[in-house]
């Protein structure tokens, strides 16, 4: 067994701020059909790892747009490593992000401002005509999700719901990723190593010691047995 390939495969996923796991992010790219002539547009792109992967593997030219100034900075620092200049990273807040480019994918993962149909529009204003839109969302297993995790998450679909919001607005699904359980672990212990970390400054905050054991709880009592992730590719017609 090579062991450094697996060591180096796992620096690699700590920037995928996804559930998505990256050999299904690949087959997302090739899927759509991204190649060396595409254009790709990530918000909230967190270390701009889904661009680097698409890059890489594709040839995509890229743009993320990120508000945390830590993700873009360390993001920026991979992409100059590994000698890539075809991905540009900015630190913006993605409402106050301008550009007059068009692109022929328009991404975004993880983060859902006033809903499904809201971002779905947001993204409409920066692809070209017959663009390609990708949106990683939360899911709901069950039915009616109990309203603790509604309050925790926000809306919360299930996956009929979220086909049903993208044929409201004429779009169709035409490739798609789910989540892992493996995943799901990856991501939230970084994130909660990132609250400890927080936590380890003041010991004496209430607030974020409080966060920190609501994190792990919301996650192990409801979010593993009730909650999904996927990865949709969506096209009109």
């Given at each position: 067994m090579d062991h450094?390939?697996?060591?180096?495969r796992l620096q690699e996923s700590q920037f995928l701020i996804s559930m998505t796991p990256i050999d299904s992010i690949l087959e997302i790219g090739f899927s759509s059909g991204m190649n060396s002539s595409s254009s790709v547009l990530d918000l909230c792109c967190g270390y701009g790892e889904m661009l680097k992967i698409w890059h890489e593997a594709f040839g995509i030219r890229g743009t993320g747009v990120?508000?945390?100034g830590e993700f873009i900075e360390q993001g920026s620092k991979r992409l100059a490593a590994s000698g890539i200049t075809d991905v540009t990273l900015i630190e913006s807040d993605i409402f106050k992000?301008?550009?007059d480019?068009?692109?022929?994918?328009?991404?975004?993962s993880g983060e859902e401002f006033g809903g499904l149909k809201s971002t779905i529009s947001l993204l409409e204003g920066f692809v070209k005509?017959?663009?390609?839109?990708?949106?990683g969302t939360r899911f709901s297993k069950v039915e009616n999700p109990p309203q603790e995790l509604i309050d925790f998450e926000g809306e919360l679909l299930t996956l009929n719901e979220?086909?049903?919001v993208f044929q409201s607005k004429e779009y169709f699904i035409t490739a798609m990723a789910s989540d892992t359980h493996q995943e799901w672990e990856r991501y939230i212990m970084w994130s909660a190593r990132r609250h400890l970390a927080e936590l380890r400054k003041n010991l004496n905050n209430p607030s974020q010691m409080e966060w920190c054991k609501k994190w792990?709880?919301?996650?192990?009592r409801l979010r593993r047995p009730l909650e999904g992730?996927?990865?949709?590719?969506?096209e009109k017609i």
């Open positions: 450094q390939k697996q060591i180096d990120d508000i945390c992000w301008h550009t480019e068009k692109y022929d994918y328009a991404c975004l005509p017959g663009g390609k839109l990708i949106i979220i086909n049903a792990y709880d919301m996650y192990f992730y996927g990865t949709f590719v969506i």
